[in-house]
């Protein structure tokens, strides 16, 4: 019942040449992306690794979660049993688990045991998964069912060369068997209760074919994993490792010097992270199912997208090495491996795909690479972006609008203008607090609210300019930098140091992308400051106003998951109206965009149903009277969204103004 080492161990030194050239052919590519700093605060890094990879905190913030923590522990566990296999390959009768202290052994060949019985029940659930209710259409691949069935065999012929071997052990000892068998299941309950079936004339035929389909199924999955999807296992790890520590989701600045190459254009541009994300990805399709344009049939999908990098990647790899062109453009339509353009604008920036991501991938910043390529080089983008960004340019707001006019929401108001020695805050009103109709009433309720509590604050009046927001998440980065610059000047020449702000965008801008050039500000969003002046006292409601009736609070995408404000705003509505709002089906971490991130306020939606009308939908779910924002983008996407599905009664308010109500009124 020996393997003969003469056989096996060429087959096991071909299959690990094999696995040593995959793996070689595939990570040697990474060293083509750009440098990036990713070994800072190597004691944090190496505690969220343990806590993401090995602990698998994001897979199991999902149901199915739990069957691949199953699979991946119980391989870690099998590590053991098949060094031993692999050994005793080599080395017949030498090596054997057997021969540990008995102490020492019982408990190691249990887990064995219990881990090979857990990892075939996994496997089967992902096989009827993939077949009943895959996680995305395209999982139902034969790569997938492939993988799975090598699985299967590994445990299903694990259980069949433990099983002989206790047998044989039983028949050699001419012990009672029904003794001999209960002994054996306190350490093997699986292949125990196996042994106990199998007939004595063939265990020597039996352990033969157990033992080389287990040697055929581990040779082949050695061979086949650095050319697969599944080389995740080698470089998800690694991934988490070097994942990108806190938020926001913010984007290295671009020197614009002569010569300068601007986004990406070329595989090898991108950063090594970037391309060791391409190999990372599991294609579970978590990202595919949270992404607002892929949902609403848009041609974006952050898999895709992440797939295509890696296939292009793969293609190029050898001419790129040798410093040629390559061959498979990036951009462009000609199918795998290259990102359309139509995918590329469809982004909101959301960071949905980053949050609901296990091994951390960074899908949104690769795609905004992309477009300050088309941007910035080839002064390719779509048409109605052209007024947006001359706009910017010449009258730094949106609408060309000018500057002016930016003192008119508060014409009615008595509003001093921010002085370095005397004012605490500048309340940066930002554009559409500063010229959109509706968003002027969202100011006046803030600065009422201001005076209400004494807060000490001024405006830069028509000296505001944009924060570049937009600009910059649609790929513009030269005005943005252009923008940064001018803001920077006017904060240290004011002697800002504290900054208000109605609007998410502003805010993380302000806040997070302003410190890439060398700016620190104490930005405070009004949900936070709002809520905080009504616990200091500051702020009295005199009664909680019902007048809203049934609330519903939308999460904006740059106030929560690019920034984790989420109960602030929450808290704001329940002090305001007497009860928490209502939830939608999707909120906090896995909100949904209202589709105006990224850019795409300024943009049409030509492809699929429109994300507002997705999300205002999902409200009206919950029968609200008011749905409540924190966001000028949402307040103007949730308008629009109930006046195409004739919501009549249904109103909209922003939580400032839901705190007016209470406090003014």
């Keep these: 019942m020996t393997p003969n080492p003469l056989i096996f161990t060429p087959l096991l030194l071909a299959s690990l040449a094999v696995f040593a050239w995959g793996c070689w052919r595939r990570l040697s590519l990474i060293s083509l992306g750009k440098p990036e700093d990713r070994f800072d605060r190597l004691g944090t890094r190496f505690g969220e690794m343990l806590l993401y990879a090995f602990g698998q905190k994001r897979v ?61 029940a996994a496997v089967m659930v992902a096989v009827v998964r993939r077949i009943a209710a895959p996680p995305y259409p395209e999982a139902r691949t034969p790569e997938a069912f492939f993988i799975l069935g090598l699985i ?126 391409s190999f990372s990805c599991t294609e579970c399709g978590r990202c595919q199912k949270v992404c607002p344009a892929s949902i609403t049939g848009k041609p974006l999908n952050p898999r895709a997208v992440v797939h295509d990098i890696k296939v292009n990647l793969l293609e190029n790899g050898r001419l790129l090495k040798k410093g040629l062109p390559p061959e498979t453009p990036l951009i462009g339509d000609q199918g795998e491996g290259s990102v359309s353009e139509e995918a590329i604008w469809g982004c909101t920036t959301c960071g949905a795909c980053m949050e609901a991501c296990p091994v951390f991938i960074e899908q949104m910043p690769k795609i905004i690479e992309l ?79 201001l005076d209400r509590a004494g807060i000490s604050w001024g405006i830069l009046g028509k ?36 900054i208000i702000t109605q609007c998410p965008h502003c805010f993380s801008t302000l806040k997070n992308d302003y410190r890439q050039y060398g700016l620190e500000l104490d930005v405070i969003h009004h949900s936070e400051l709002l809520r905080d002046l009504v616990k200091d006292g500051r702020l009295v409601l005199d009664k909680a106003t019902g007048e809203l009736g049934t609330t519903v609070f939308h999460d904006s995408c740059y106030l929560g998951r690019h920034n984790d404000i989420y109960e602030a705003p929450r808290q704001m509505i329940e002090m305001a109206t007497g009860a928490a709002p209502a939830e939608m089906g999707r909120n906090r971490g896995n909100g949904f965009c209202c589709g105006a991130g990224g850019g795409r306020m300024w943009m049409e939606e030509h492809t699929g149903e429109r994300i507002n009308l997705t999300r205002v939908k999902e409200a009206l779910e919950e029968k609200p009277d008011t749905i409540c924002v924190a966001c000028p983008y949402c307040l103007t996407m949730f308008e629009d969204g109930l006046k195409d599905v004739n919501a009549e009664g249904v109103r909209v308010r922003d939580v400032a103004e839901v705190m007016a109500e209470a406090v003014l009124h």
């Design 152 to 277: 299967a065999t590994l445990m299903l012929a694990s259980f069949g060369l433990n099983a002989s071997e206790l047998a044989g052990y039983m028949f050699r000892s001419n012990s009672d068997p029904a003794s001999f068998l209960a002994t054996a299941q306190k350490m093997m309950p699986v292949s125990a209760q196996l042994a106990g079936l199998l007939p004595q004339a063939h265990l020597g035929a039996i352990h033969a074919v157990a033992w080389w389909a287990h040697a055929l199924a581990l040779l082949a999955f050695i061979c086949y994993l650095p050319h697969s999807k599944h080389m995740h296992i080698l470089t998800a790890i690694p991934n988490c490792f070097f994942r990108r520590l806190g938020k926001p989701n913010t984007i290295p600045r671009e020197e614009f010097r002569i010569g300068n190459t601007f986004g990406v254009s070329e595989v090898d541009r991108y950063t090594w992270k970037d391309l060791l994300d």
């Design 371 to 449: 477009r300050r390529h088309l941007v910035e080089t080839e002064a390719r983008f779509p048409e109605e972006l052209l007024n947006l960004f001359e706009n910017m340019e010449s009258r730094s707001n949106p609408w060309g609008i000018a500057p002016s006019e930016r003192t008119k929401w508060c014409s009615q108001l008595e509003v001093r203008p921010f002085d370095r020695d005397t004012t605490e805050y500048l309340f940066y009103v930002g554009c559409a607090g500063s010229f959109d109709s509706r968003s002027k009433h969202v100011s006046v309720a803030l600065a009422q609210l």
């Design 463 to 498: 000296d505001e300019k944009c924060c570049g927001d937009s600009v910059r998440r649609l790929g513009n980065e030269y005005v943005f930098d252009r923008m940064a610059r001018e803001n920077v000047e006017v904060f240290r020449e004011r002697g800002v140091k504290k």
């Design 60 to 120: 199991l913030a999902k149901p199915f979660g739990i069957n691949h923590f199953i699979i991946f522990w119980s391989f870690l566990i099998l590590i053991v049993a098949n060094t031993e296999f692999i050994l005793n390959g080599i080395f017949p009768r030498t090596v054997k688990l057997i021969k540990l202290p008995f102490e020492l052994y019982v408990p190691l060949a249990f887990m064995i045991d219990i881990a090979s019985l857990l990892a075939l």
